[in-house]
């Protein structure tokens, strides 16, 4: 039987005029703990830094991609604490959380009923997600059904608009942001009573 593939966050040390510099990543889809260096794609990669390696998955509530984030910034601000020089950038500007509003008719899906027991059916029917495009494109792929391996099965034709006034003054932020703020918005429009698809 095959070693399941795993996700780990590292701090590798990398050659640099300045002491003490490491840069922080993270790597999937390797087998073992000992390929991170070898599969690494950084230039001027010296060594790991041992004690600074953690695997990751995804727990239940947030996604593989939010936890790996969550890590690599926690052992960012770690190291920097520790008197490390960490390379990183700051995180990108370029991603958005969206609204759109759907079709009544969306709210017989015996799913979306499940998740949604205390919805109003005097409230919106609304669809929560989280984009590197436009709100825009995302909305056309919903709506013409070119985006429903990305969330959204029940979403094809019953896109009605975008709900601008719901997310354009978060927008834009860093990745990790945007994948906690969709699922923080989306409890929060089910909280008041609307009944929400997305938000994962």
Known sequence: MSEAHKSFVYAVEVRSPDERCVRVCRISGIKRKSQILRKCRLK????????????????????????????????????????????????????????????????????????????KASLPCLYVGQTRRTPEERFNEHNTGEGLKKGGRHLSGKCLKLRKDLYEFYNPMPLLESLILERDLAEELRQQGHTVLGGH
């Open 44 to 119: 001027n990669k010296l060594s790991l830094l041992h004690g600074y390696t953690t695997e990751y998955d995804s727990d239940g509530r947030r996604s593989k991609l939010e936890v790996g984030l969550c890590l690599e910034r926690s052992l960012i601000l770690l190291l920097r604490n520790e008197g490390w020089t960490v390379m990183n950038p700051p995180p990108k500007l370029n991603s958005s959380v969206y609204v759109i509003e759907l079709d009544p008719y969306v709210r017989r899906h015996r799913d979306v009923k499940r998740n949604n027991p205390r919805a």
